[in-house]
Nanobody, 124 residues
Framework: VQLQASGGGLVQAGGSLRLSCAASGGTFSNYAIGWFRQAPGKGREFVTAITYSGGAPYYAASVKGRFTISRDNAKNTGFLQMNSLKPEDTAVYYC??????????????????WGQGTEVTVSS
């Protein structure tokens, strides 16, 4: 499956962005989806993930209560709604997927497929 992330941009602190992850070339509903991010000079970190059917969303503590992951299997698209953005949310955001019917992993190495990343910059 091929993934394409979009929706990043420049936003002021406290603002919102909605990222999309468009999938093609596979049966999207067979895959768990995760979002990861990589800030300048730092490693890639887990943000959130959701099951193949849209259940059991799990969030990193740093974004819980501000970010919401969702998916529309009919449209082969995943979403990441980001509210109350902070400067420390500045990073390149990646969507990723792997085939599983279980609880999605928070470990990046479990994900077989990755989008190209979309840059989010939050100004103070």
């Amino acid at each position: 499956v091929q993934l394409q992330a979009s929706g990043g941009g420049l936003v002021q602190a406290g603002g919102s962005l909605r990222l999309s992850c468009a999938a093609s070339g596979g049966t999207f509903s067979n895959y768990a989806i995760g979002w990861f991010r990589q800030a300048p000079g730092k490693g890639r970190e887990f943000v959130t993930a959701i099951t193949y059917s849209g259940g059991a969303p799990y969030y990193a503590a740093s974004v819980k209560g501000r970010f919401t992951i969702s998916r529309d299997n009919a449209k082969n698209t995943g979403f990441l709604q980001m509210n109350s953005l902070k400067p420390e949310d500045t990073a390149v955001y990646y969507c990723a997927a792997y085939p599983t019917r279980g609880v999605p992993s928070t470990t990046s190495s479990r994900y077989n497929y990755w989008g190209q990343g979309t840059e989010v910059t939050v100004s103070s």
